[in-house]
DNA sequence: TTACTAAACAATAATAATTATCATCTATAC
DNA sequence: GTATAGATGATAATTATTATTGTTTAGTAA
């Protein structure tokens, strides 16, 4: 399996032109093994035990890169401050991937469905926030 | 009009148990008037021409205030800083209201409809991203 | 292999965003 | 009006992230 994630590794790499260092393949190793929301310090301190002379810009470059390139995720698309909205009526979030502009769309003109209130694990709803991630019409 | 934004502010003061100070009424105004999705500091901006002697941590404080209360919200209720994910399966996240934990599920689990795949402006779907702000197990 | 070049690295300085501290000041309850 | 808890302004401190720079290394062609 070692063999298997390396191999995988080098070809994600080729296909998205990305040099294979050892520090980026700790790293997305590392990774890989960690499940939930980590940010990016939690995943240095992982990587530091296996490679302890890597610095933690390194991990926020490569923490980029392989976002960029699709084989993680960011678990929020939104800007990284504080944004507040005065916007009272019930809407959602349409997200453009390019330039990150945030507009409001209606509930009503989203016209999603389901409404369970109750979800695996005992979580109690209270309501939906849907960000609709796409290309706005200035980026398109 | 004047007169009615004065009165209803006072009222949500009362309602809320908060002070009625005059940074904070003129903060209220202008954040009434506007639009988007501003930042602190845009806020900041604004105020202070009306008051130059605001202090940019009351705005802050403020901001989180009137947030507590429910009068206006936040844009993303994720964390402020980066967050990364290695959870290739299709899914979405619950967000507990009070430990702001993000917990994963599954799409199908979460059983949405919808599937438009234009919206109003033009904004070209690529997916939905859904957060289902409720309260965890463990808060309840 | 060897040598070259562009890219990656570590260390750390710099910046941006937010929060904490603390000495006044003020709204509110009495 | 007065007392007091809470609010404010100035600014220091903290946290998160990005930029800079000198050094090292991966990829590649001979």
Redesign the interface.
Known sequence: MQVDLTRSFREICRENGIAVTHQRQVLYEV??T???????EE?YARVKKKVPAISLATVYKN?HL??ESGV????????????????DEAHH??V??KCKA??D?GEK??????K?DK???????????????????KC?
Chains 1, 2 share one sequence.
């Not at 993680?72 to 916007?87: A, D, I, P, Q, T």
């Open positions: 990774m890989k960690m499940h939930g929301h980590p940010s990016p995943v923490i392989f976002v993680f995720s960011k678990v929020s698309m939104h800007h990284g401050s504080l944004r507040v909205e005065m916007n979030h349409m453009c991937s945030i507009t769309i003109e989203l016209g999603l469905v389901s369970k979800l695996p694990g005992g979580f109690l709803v209270e309501r939906y926030a849907v960000d609709v991630i796409g290309i706005c019409a398109q």
